[in-house]
């Protein structure tokens, strides 16, 4: 298991730094983000579409909960589905939207924000990203990515 740690001062640091990290994963990868409203979230997958050239305007998938990004523009075509924990409150409601058939998916990489809502359903081999702002600071975020 390794661990870095990364200060950013800004939105567009977060973005970089997403697509910094994006050149690492694969299809079958799974990353966990973890984070407070507000905190980067969206921006760091954003970096990572953006790595892997998505067309699509990446939001945070908060009301359709499952986001599917495709690109065949990239040296490396890709599949990504970006999920949104958030507004889910059971284990139920977390396999109703195939959660646990999109974690298996061998084909794709898997973004899960607010994935401490996954309850202990997410494998152990996966990417950690702790996303904290700086309580003195609107705009200064400490990232933590952990590869399990």
């Known amino acids: 298991m390794s661990k870095e740690i990364f200060e950013t001062s800004n939105e567009r640091e ?9 050149k690492r ?5 799974i990353v966990a983000i973890y984070g407070d409203l507000g905190a980067g979230k969206t921006e760091f997958v954003k970096g990572i579409c953006d790595y ?7 939001t945070s998938p908060t009301f359709t909960i499952m986001n599917h990004y495709t690109s ?10 970006h999920i949104d ?3 889910l409150k059971t ?13 298996v998916s061998r ?17 152990e081999k996966r990417y950690n990203v702790y996303i904290r702002q700086d309580e003195n600071s609107d705009t200064h975020r400490f990232i933590e990515i952990e590869e399990k």
């Open 14 to 22: 977060t973005f970089n730094l997403g697509r910094q990290f994006a």
């Open 25 to 29: 994963l694969k299809n079958g990868d």
């Open 52 to 58: 892997f050239n998505v067309d699509d305007i990446v």
């Open 72 to 81: 065949e523009k990239s040296d490396k075509p890709v599949s990504i589905y």
């Open 85 to 87: 924990l958030y507004r």
């Open 91 to 103: 284990e139920k409601e977390i396999e109703d939207i195939g959660f646990d058939e999109c974690l």
């Open 107 to 123: 084909d794709c990489i898997k973004i899960i924000e607010w994935a401490e809502k996954a309850n202990g359903m997410l494998p």
